[in-house]
């Protein structure tokens, strides 16, 4: 199980365009279970399974695969028309052209291009920025298109360079996850992610089969799945994930297993904006979310499995990672188990 977890804020940002409609939040939040009181909490996650189900639920409440946030409402099937479009494609680069005619036939504010060159493609999103004031439509169109790239291919497009045509934003220490790239730059001209054109040249490795099985949860599956795994802050979280619960293994430790001096992890980490303590408080953080919606275990258990001794010292760190205590974050999610409604 993916122990990874999603901050709150891009729960408040995709939720823009349905207040825009005029909906009850509160009500639409209870049937994934998760309390509005939650919203309030800036440092509180939640597990990708959730939102997944938060995404579908908007979607089907909005009839609006852009869920309110475009004047006009994009129809629900318009992505699985669009994938069934695509998947009898021989290459990548052909899929992706397509791909970027289909949406144009629905006008030009909203749109994805694709450039090649020699040695480098790039797909840019144009987005109006005054419809998508927190970015989370343009964060996800990214995110949706790269994993739909990844599903295609069968394996993760790695990012040379990602630009954003925008002010980096306060939610920034997420994007190494969704958009790790050797670059990654704000204040720039346009937004766009930068990938290696041989990509355009590989075969589509799907079927019509597979895609019947993907359209089952895509596309909200793929805002959570093909996140980045080559950054140095994933391949210690992978090193340290078989130690929750046990004594955690020093900086040293973790520099040889890597084969790296501790000097040059302790300066790669820094460089992506981490520290080996970070790694291992967000590690046991994202464990303790997903146990806890696990009504079986006890707080006790709980703290336990995720390397605590006492309860108490457990309650304090989930305290100050999330902004709520273990007992009132399982509280606030203790629908998720039983509204089962998508």
């Known amino acids: 199980m993916s122990r990874d977890t999603i901050s709150i804020h891009f729960v408040n940002a995709a939720l823009t365009g349905v207040k825009r409609m005029g909906l009850d ?8 279970g ?10 509180a996650r939640i597990s990708p399974d959730q939102y997944t189900k938060f995404v579908q639920m908007l979607w089907l409440v909005t009839q609006d695969e852009h869920v309110g946030f475009d004047s006009q409402p994009r129809r629900l099937g318009t992505f699985a028309m669009m994938c069934q479009l695509i998947i009898h494609c021989k290459t990548l680069g ?22 090649r060159d020699k040695h480098e493609a790039r797909l840019i999103p144009l987005i109006p920025s005054d419809r998508d004031p927190d970015h989370f439509i343009t964060e996800s169109i990214l995110m949706i298109w790269h994993g739909l790239a990844s599903w295609l291919i069968e394996r ?8 954003f045509g925008y002010e980096r934003p306060n939610h ?24 290696a054109a041989d990509y355009l040249d590989l075969p589509i490795r799907q079927t019509e089969e597979t895609l019947e099985e993907f359209l089952k949860t895509a596309p909200a599956q793929l805002l959570v799945k093909f ?40 300066r790669r980490l820094a460089a992506e904006g981490k520290s080996y303590q970070g790694v291992k408080d967000s590690l046991r953080r994202d464990a303790a979310i997903h146990l806890l919606l696990r009504p079986e275990l006890t707080l006790e ?17 989930f305290k100050k990672w999330t902004g709520v205590t273990p007992g009132l974050y399982r509280q606030l999610h203790g629908g998720f188990m039983h509204n089962d409604v998508l």
């Open 25 to 32: 939040v509160d009500n639409l939040l209870s049937h994934v």
């Open 34 to 43: 998760i309390e509005a009181e939650l919203l309030r909490q800036p440092k």
């Open 94 to 115: 052909e899929a992706l052209e397509r791909s970027t005619e289909f949406y144009r036939l629905f006008g030009d504010d909203w749109s994805v291009t694709l450039e």
């Open 156 to 163: 993760r497009l790695s990012l040379e360079r990602v630009h």
């Open 172 to 195: 920034a220490e997420e994007y190494d996850a969704l958009f790790f790239a050797p670059v990654m730059q704000f204040n720039a001209s346009r937004t766009e992610i930068t990938f």
């Open 227 to 266: 996140k980045n795994t080559n950054s140095l802050t994933n391949r210690i979280r992978d090193v340290l994930k078989s130690q929750i619960g046990e004594e955690m293994p020093t900086l040293n430790d973790v520099a040889a297993m890597l084969y790296l001096s501790p000097q040059t992890l302790r």
């Open 301 to 317: 258990d709980v703290a336990q499995q995720v390397g605590f001794s006492e309860t108490s010292t457990f309650h304090r760190a």
